[in-house]
């Protein structure tokens, strides 16, 4: 059952209508997709064993290596899942490494597990970024380090937490895809609602301030990041940024819209994308950010 509190908050923020269609996001079972790994193969080979094997699927109008698959198949049994060659992602998460335009510079991603970003970011820089991956809780350092190895990414992976990295470090563009309470991401289907309370929210909150000070400090200036989260609440998303923008530490980078034909809801800061729940999308913020500050 979806929270009070929660509902009352979307209508605040987005209005009774669009509550409604969130709230029938939340109620959809959403469609298997995946991601082509370019590292070690490429579509038409991907389509033609999927074809060989019945399993029907979607071509992805703004994402050429993804595919959206009919119907829930035994894809995990195939062979190209086994050799990495193929990655279980949900379309959203895809957004953010698209945005970053990731090439041949030092890139953090800085709360990276379990990979599906780092090893995207890997293959759209066609193998030349130079990638540093934090993740500071062992058992999903293991994870990411797995996913890493299986997808042929070539990635330096730190065991830490992001907020303590050394100062040293400087980096040309990072991506903060940061905790957060997952609001974008709850479904009915399954045990998720649970877990949801307000003590999450203000605990995620807490995390993405602490995160996005840091990434700032080893951020290069005048260089780019992505911040990014799986929640549609403003508190997690547009206030965290308006704070910096005013402070002058940075401004946002529009992202050009058109390059996503997906549902969005509206956002409080021009520029920035905010996914709406459905059968095919998960609720995901993304923003594009410039560093003005040394």
Known sequence: MIPDFLIEQLNKQYGIELTKQIQGGYKEKRKTTLRINTSKTNKETITKILDKENIKYENVSWYKDALILEEEKNIRELDIYKNGEIYMQSLSSMIPPIVLEPK??????MAASPGGKTTEIYNLSNKEALITAVEKKPIRADRLKYNINKQGTSATVLVTDA??????????????????????????????LKHFNKNLIKNSVDTQQKLLEKALQILKPNSTMVYSTCSILYEENEAQLEKLIKQNKIEIIPINEELFNIPKLPTKIKGTICVLPNKLYEGFFVAKIKKLWQ
């Not at 907020?163 to 980096?171: C, G, I, P, S, V």
């Open 163 to 192: 907020t303590k990295l050394d100062e040293f470090f400087r980096f040309d563009k990072i991506l903060l895809d940061a905790p957060c309470s997952g609001s974008g991401t709850l479904s009915t289907q399954d045990n998720s």
């Open 104 to 109: 041949k510079e030092k890139i953090l991603d």
